[in-house]
């Protein structure tokens, strides 16, 4: 039985994390950490998980940590202080934060406004968006798991760019998100007062995820590819839609596209593609792993659009990072997260 431990105990990624593994036949809970809540019952704070779940809060202290990999459900500017300790005494790390997705050190402090990882972590971390990654038990240690935005983005438009299929210099993505995005800390910008019966932009070009999108798709192309990426705050709990829009650079029709994406996917159980002239709604994928994608073809335009959804804290967070789990250790990709989505 695989031995893990969660950094961030008390946050919504963390519950789901708890959640999820609850559910996993091969991973066992050791420890749970938080460092504001240390020496509480987990209970005490999440009342839904008193009759599953019987670890208490703990402060993490590295040198006494025993067990196989250790999850960071953690803000930016936390694991990059760990992540040595832990890599020396063998103990394996998958980081649902910012610290390590991105490789160079000045991007990251432009968009992070915080000192960057050392470079030896940096190029040492596998970016990880599962559909694509290649992790292994032997050479693989640390996993940076991608943001929400970027999973639901990424995995819309990977078909497309690799196979040379769109404009690199016209990517717009227009994304919606629910509150949990932020986090359980209280803030002005997701008060009921705030975020009730409202739509707001923000973080309009210094999004943390711009940069994220951007490396890999560069990486994908060999090339400097930029997009245009425009987060809206939502007045609901869970959940992301991004609409994409590119300009194709060939003549293809609306059924060649979305063939392509069925055969890009076929073999891909957590990515759903929906049927011609059907598009995806957030309640349909709530509480599951799935990202579920419609195409629509502007044939006469020469243009596409790409509706994509996710469970921001599942797919986007807590999901992929044991799907990410499971490809390290060689389990069932589904183990654990063969869930289905929670409707209405």
Request: overall charge negative; hydrophobic content about 35%.
């Amino acid at each position: 039985m695989l031995e893990v431990g969660i950094v961030g105990g008390s946050g919504y990624g963390a519950i789901e994390l708890i959640r999820l593994l609850n559910q996993h036949r091969q991973v066992s809970i050791k420890y749970i950490f938080s460092h504001s809540k240390a020496g509480e019952d987990i209970k005490n704070s999440y009342p839904h998980l008193q009759d599953n779940v019987k670890l208490p809060f703990t402060t993490l202290d590295v040198e006494n940590v025993e067990c196989d990999l250790v999850f960071f459900a953690t803000p930016s500017n936390v694991s990059k202080h760990f992540i040595a300790q832990l890599l020396d005494r063998n103990i394996k790390v998958i980081d649902l934060s910012g610290d390590f997705r991105i490789k160079n050190p000045q991007v990251y402090k432009s968009y992070y406004g915080e000192k960057p990882a050392e470079q030896t972590y940096l190029n040492q971390s596998n970016y990880s968006l599962a559909e694509w990654s290649h992790v292994n038990q032997k050479t693989t240690n640390l996993i940076a798991n991608p943001g929400c935005f970027p999973t639901a983005t990424l995995l819309a438009l990977y078909p497309l760019i690799t196979n040379e299929l769109i404009n690199h210099d016209h990517i717009i993505i227009d994304a919606k998100t629910g509150v949990s995005g932020a986090g359980r800390s209280l803030s002005q910008n997701v008060h009921y007062g705030e975020v009730n019966e409202n739509l707001s932009a923000y973080k309009l070009g210094s999004h943390k995820h711009i940069p994220e999108i951007e490396q890999y798709l560069s990486e994908l192309t060999h090339s400097n590819i930029k997009v245009t990426f425009t987060p809206h705050l939502i007045p609901m709990t869970r959940g992301i839609l991004t609409t994409i829009y590119v300009d194709l650079s060939s003549d293809v029709s609306n059924q060649y596209i979305h063939q392509l994406f069925e055969k890009t996917y076929e073999d891909k159980p957590f990515v759903r593609i929906r049927q011609l002239g059907e598009f995806p709604k957030t309640k349909e994928v709530l509480g599951s792993n799935y990202c579920d994608i419609g195409i629509y073809v502007d044939e006469e335009r020469n243009k596409a659009i790409i509706v994509s959804v996710i469970d921001n804290l599942v797919k986007g967070a807590s999901g992929q990072a044991i799907q990410n789990l499971n490809k390290l250790y060689g389990f069932k990709e589904n183990e654990g997260l063969d869930l289905l989505p929670v409707y209405p």
